[in-house]
């Protein structure tokens, strides 16, 4: 069991930067693949990053790739989402997500989730 709880969202302008924060529960953390999703007002839940159990790897969606970055401290059980050059588009409640041991792409292979933290972007 893996519990996961995210921090730091926000309402900042266009062009600000925020960074997101996922503490996960258990001893077995450096398992898991990590992974954050959003879900934008009446869309469904999409794929925005992922990073390996190690942190070796890591893979983005096209439309945050080159403005975010995915990061995790395994010795603090944290995963981080480093967000810049925001946009409105970003607009959304963003979700930690986990599981064992694969790179996750699709929320139909997350294994748990957390609550969400909302992010508004204003133009």
């Known amino acids: 069991q893996v519990q996961l709880v995210e921090s730091g969202g926000g309402l900042v302008q266009a062009g600000a930067s925020l960074r997101l924060s996922c503490a996960a529960s258990g001893r077995t953390f450096s398992s898991y693949a990590m992974g954050w999703f959003r879900q934008a007002l009446g869309k469904e839940r999409e794929f925005v990053a992922t990073?390996?159990?190690?942190?070796?790897?890591?893979y983005y969606a096209d439309s945050v790739q080159g403005r975010f970055t995915i990061a995790r401290d395994n010795a603090k059980n944290m995963v981080y989402l480093q967000m810049n050059s925001l946009k409105p588009e970003d607009t959304a409640v963003y979700y930690c997500?986990?599981?064992?041991?694969?790179?996750?792409?699709?929320?139909?292979?997350?294994?748990?989730w957390g609550q969400g933290t909302q992010v508004t972007v204003s133009s």
């Open positions: 990073i390996s159990r190690n942190g070796g790897a890591t």
């Open positions: 997500a986990a599981r064992y041991m694969i790179v996750i792409r699709t929320a139909a292979e997350v294994s748990y």
